[in-house]
Structure formats: C-alpha cells, structure tokens
C-alpha cells in the first residue's frame, strides 16, 4: 500500500469575513497524481495556498511527511520539499530567464545540473530566452518556466495550479507531457479545469464544491461517472 | 550584456565618464560651479542609496533623510569636538556610519515587517523623531544654530574635496552595481515584484530586508558625511522631509531601479535649483523653483514613468528586440 505524503484534514479557511475553505479534507499517495477538480470558486487554488502557508488555516490541519505544516512559515514549507506552481505562474518580470531559475535553485549540486538539464531538453524555448526577461515571454513560454522552476529543486511534492489556463492547445499538450514525465520522479497535487488534461494525468481526484469536498475516488471511476461530471464539473 | 574582454562595455563608458570629471578641477576652477558638482556628486550618492531601497526592493521610505542626517552630524559632532586631524576625520566617518548601521539596524527590524504604507508613515515618524531630537539637544547638536566645525586642511582645498566626493561616487556605484548584479540582487528584485511567491521559493524574505536597509542607511549616511565635510557646517535641516523628498524626485526622474538614473537625477536637480534660483532677478517665480519642479516631476509620472536612464534602456531594449525578432523572422523563412 501506498505511504500518505499529505495529509489533509478538515481545514476551514478565511479570507477576510469570506468562509472560503469548510472542512476540507483529503489525502495525497506517494508517487500519485492527485487532482483537485470544481467548478470556479470552489476553493481548489485557496486549498493549493493554504498548505504552502500563503493563507492560513483557522483550525484543521496540514501533515507532511507525517509532520504538521499548519502553522508553519511559507519559506519552511518551500524547504522541506514541497515546490509551489502558482495559477498567475509567478514569473519574476524583471529578471531574465536565467536569473528566474538562479533564483529558484536552493542547491547547486549534480542532481540540481541533471535537473536543469532535464527542464531545458523539455522546453527548449527556455534555453532559446536564457537571457530574455521573464516579463517579455508568451503565456505558454511563463507557464513553461513556472514549472521548470518548481521542479528545479529536489521536490517531494509539486502542487500545480491549472497550468492549462489561457493556454493554446499545442502548449498544453506541451505542459501535460512535462508532468507525464515529473509524474514518474515526484507525487503531484494537480488543480486543473480541463477535464481532458485532469483524467489523463491523475490518478485519483477529489471534488470541491463551495469551499467543501464533495466527492473523491479513482480517476477511472470519475471518467465513467457521468452523473458525477455534470452535476459538479458541469461536463455532458 | 554586450561584453569587451570580461568588463561590460557600459562599465567601460562609466569609467571614462569618471575619468573625464576628474580632469574638471584642473581645467576649470570656478569655485561655484565646482562646488555645485560636489552637491550633484553627494546627492547622487545619497538617490543611490535611495534607489536600493526603492527601485530593487520596494520599499517607500519617508524618513531616508534621518540616515543622511546621523551621518553628517555624527562626523561634524567629533570634528567639532576634536583637532580636525585625518585620524579623527576617519574617526568621525567610523562613528557615523556605525551609528547609521545601528540605527538602519534597529528601525528596520522594528519596522519592516509592515506593509509597506505603514512601513512609509513609520519611517516619517522616525525622521521627524531625529529632527525634534536634534534640536533639542543643543549641548551636542547645536540645535537649529547648527554646529561649525574644521576640517583636515587637506580637504579644505576644493580640488581634493571634489576628488573625494568624485572617488566616493564612482567606487559606491560600482559597488553597489555589483550587488545588484549578484545573486542577493535578484532575490532582492524578486521580492520587489513578488512576496509571496519568493516566499514559496523557500525565501526568508524579512532579513533580506533588513540587509539592504542596513546597507542603504551606511550609504546614505557616508553622502551625510561629504554632505558635512563640503560646507563644513550642519544644522538640523538635514533631518527634514524636503531632503528625503528630493532623493525620491532624483530617482524617479532618474529612473528607479537603475542606479545610474539617480545620479543623473542628482545632476538634473541641483543644476536647476543653482540655475532657476539665479533667474530670480528675472522673475520671482525662479525663486520657487519647487513649483517648476512640480510640474516637471507630474510631467515624467506621466510621459516617462521609467524616468531618463529606465526610458534609455527601454528604448534600446526594444530596439534590441525588433532585431532579433527580424533575424528569427529570417532564420524560420529559411527553415521553412
């Protein structure tokens, strides 16, 4: 059986006077791909933000690695190993390519090279605006460096948020390869709206719906549930 | 960055810049205008240290004079004090930007973990804390009389004083240069442009902001000291808004976030002030420069908001770019 990496459990956050997140709860397998779906609004990027410590959590908590990380600072969070893919992608403007992944890199070391090396071969549009500032690259071309970034570093977990957002088709099919292959070296917490992307990725998946989860189970079973799709996802 | 040898080309053009000003002493002795360089040099000085905070941080701050301040007094204080020999001279410049580094220090950990219009209104509050201190602590300060001191005799000749002011310029620039340019530099921008997601990079981003107030007070603190030791006297106007104002004014128009823009802004305002201020006889409305100043900062808000140095770069930037799109253009027409 399969270790749990993170543990969710029965989170309430506020934003503001906002109940945003209302008990929510889930659990995230070793090696899985885990997909958080909902419709917008439904608390998936809230969810993403609260275990890196970027909203905090009134009550419930965060385990990981059997470790509660609630009421930890961001900067911990980011050291022990969990990257962070945020759904605006993060890209630092003024700082070219280069110094975007400079800036990232916690270590200097062998497995780190090996990792850059892995990032550049699959988009090899980094390595073409090594030296161009972050904020002159396409969507397509931020997202792809958002991701590099997050895998740059020895990541236990990646926490992805809809990277297909704005995206065109042929840059999607781009980023869903680079997680099929980040898939085989770390566990994923993917949020994503396309539902095509979603169930060809996951593993498992859990539904939000205003703030609460509402559903979970195996991504095999959702794909076949139409019932399910269309009263959360909205899909025919 | 277009390189010659392992120096950038644009460290080169500074250089010779730098050079080209030491020769104006020997050249040119009109000791008005000689003096007025001095000013553009120290404030240029004092807008760098500005612009660290500022441009490669984020951080408004409306108390920078407060920095500038300890710094002239605490170097006037102990040539006040003493025999105006080189060692109290050191002596004084030690004590003074010790006393900026303490200072720096303490309001930065007591202050920066604020947002940052709370941050502004605080370090308003400081500044006009050490402006009300000075004055009334006349035994030390002088208070509003303000303190006559002496200086070593070498550095009463104006030539040797504009080479002072002239080195201490070109070596901060390049040093902090330097450390923009390195890797505390681009973490530095990233938390300018994004808290947060420096922080989901594993960043601990307070004691980064701390360093680099620490490091903009000293700087700030050593263009107190020319500031001082070119008038040879200090009163408690030093601590005023208008001064951390004036900072603000040189790095906008110069260009935030370029180091060099806010020398150009040094140079661009003191020229004015001397130069509008002495139409006066023409018409009273030089005497309030300000209110022309007014004007031309509401203008470059608006039509330059990278100000000079940050529009330059844009434009060659873009320049730049049209290239290499052409030649992309060229190399895919050929490929297809």
Redesign the interface.
């Given at each position: 059986m399969m270790k749990t990496l993170l543990k969710v459990d029965e989170i309430n956050t506020y934003i503001d006077q906002f109940h945003i997140l209302q008990n929510v709860s889930f659990e995230v397998k070793t090696g899985e791909v885990t997909v958080l779906l909902g419709r917008n609004g439904a608390g998936k990027t809230t969810t993403l933000r609260t275990i890196m410590g970027l909203n905090s959590a009134s009550s419930g908590s965060v385990v990981y690695k059997d470790e509660d990380i609630t009421k930890q600072n961001t900067h911990h969070i980011a050291r022990k190993g969990i990257g962070y893919v945020p759904e605006d992608q993060g890209i630092f403007a003024d700082l070219t390519v280069g110094e975007n992944m400079r800036v990232a890199m916690q270590k200097e070391d062998d497995a780190t090279k090996e990792r850059m090396d892995w990032v550049l071969n699959m988009f090899p549009d980094l390595k073409k605006f090594w030296n161009k500032a972050g904020g002159q690259l396409s969507g397509g071309q931020k997202q792809m460096l958002s991701i590099a970034r997050a895998y740059i570093n020895e990541n236990d977990l990646l926490l992805i948020d809809e990277p297909s957002k704005g995206l065109a088709p042929i840059i999607v099919e781009k980023v869903m390869e680079s997680i099929q292959e980040m898939k085989e070296k770390t566990t994923i917490v993917l949020v994503e709206q396309n539902f095509y992307m979603a169930s060809s990725i996951g593993d498992s998946f859990y539904i939000l719906d205003d703030g609460m989860t509402v559903h979970s189970g195996k991504m095999n079973e959702l794909k076949d549930d139409e019932v399910l799709k269309k009263k959360y996802l909205g899909i025919a | 960055?277009r390189q010659l040898g392992k120096v950038q080309i644009s460290t080169w053009v500074y250089l010779l810049f730098g050079c080209l000003l030491a020769v104006v002493p020997f050249v040119y002795d009109n000791l008005s205008m000689l003096f007025l360089i001095i000013q553009i040099f120290i404030f240029g000085i004092f807008a760098m240290s500005y612009d660290l905070l500022l441009g490669y941080t984020g951080i408004v701050s409306f108390g920078h004079a407060m920095f500038f301040g300890v710094g002239a007094y605490g170097v006037s204080i102990v040539l006040e004090r003493n025999e105006p020999t080189l060692f109290f001279l050191i002596l004084g410049i030690l004590v003074a930007l010790g006393a900026a580094a303490i200072i720096s220090f303490i309001a930065g950990v007591l202050t920066l973990r604020l947002k940052s219009h709370f941050y502004a209104m605080l370090t308003l509050a400081l500044a006009g804390l050490f402006l009300v201190a000075a004055e009334k602590m006349r035994s030390l300060t002088g208070g509003s009389d303000g303190l006559i001191f002496t200086i070593p005799d070498f550095f009463k000749d104006r030539t040797n004083m504009y080479l002072l002011a002239l080195i201490s310029l070109v070596v901060i620039f390049f040093s902090l240069r330097r450390l923009t340019n390195s890797?505390l530099g681009?973490?530095l921008?990233?938390i300018?442009?994004?808290e947060?997601?420096?922080?989901?990079?594993?960043?601990?981003?307070f004691p980064y902001k701390v360093i680099i107030s620490v490091i903009s007070g000293v700087v700030a603190a050593f263009g107190g000291v020319l500031y001082a030791l070119s008038i040879r006297f200090i009163d408690t106007t030093v601590f005023a808004v208008d001064v951390t104002l004036d900072a603000l004014l040189m790095t906008i128009i110069g260009g935030v976030?370029t180091l060099i823009g806010p020398i150009i802004g040094a140079g661009l305002i003191e020229y004015a002030h001397h130069f509008l201020s002495e139409l006066s006889d023409v018409h009273w409305i030089f005497e309030r420069w300000i209110i022309l100043f007014g004007i031309v900062y509401i203008l470059v808000v608006i039509f330059f908001p990278m100000g000079i140095a940050g529009s330059i770069k844009n434009m060659y930037?873009k320049r730049k770019?049209k290239k290499e799109a052409k030649v992309q253009q060229k190399d895919n027409q050929i490929a297809s």
């Open positions: - | 960055m890797p681009r973490v921008v990233a300018r442009e994004n947060q997601r420096t922080m989901s990079l594993g960043y601990k981003i976030g930037m770019h």
